[in-house]
Nanobody, 114 residues
Framework: QVQLVESGGGLVQPGGSLRLSCVGS????????LSWYRQAPGKEREFVGT????????NYLDSVKGRFTISRDNGKNTMYLQMNSLKPEDTAVYYC???????WGQGTQVTVSS
């Protein structure tokens, strides 16, 4: 069955960096566009960014442009979210998903706090 598993979350100080990973299995990873979403406490889940199947085209939420970078290694069935210059408002559970939102990972917590 299709599985997406995130990892790499944790506690980081404002201005710090984290890299999240999302490993996919049970489908042909290299042909599927993927996305990152996040959900902060008391808020609705929001789109963070997306990456095409070949890794060339990306698109981001305005508030993370220039700070977050999505990439993928199709040889390792893995997508990444590099997050730099983190802010307290980036605190959320981060999810990876197929671009059509049919399949989701379980999420990984990112907390930005001093």
């Amino acid at each position: 069955q299709v599985q997406l598993v995130e990892s790499g979350g944790g506690l980081v100080q404002p201005g710090g960096s984290l890299r999240l990973s999302c490993v996919g299995s049970g489908f042909i990873f290299k042909i599927v566009p993927l996305s990152w979403y996040r959900q902060a406490p008391g808020k609705e889940r929001e789109f963070v960014g997306t990456i095409a199947s070949d890794g060339i085209d990306t698109n981001y939420l305005d508030s993370v442009k220039g700070r977050f970078t999505i990439s993928r290694d199709n040889g390792k069935n893995t997508m990444y979210l590099q997050m730099n210059s983190l802010k307290p408002e980036d605190t959320a559970v981060y999810y990876c998903a197929t671009q059509n939102r049919a399949f989701w990972g379980q999420g990984t917590q990112v907390t930005v706090s001093s």
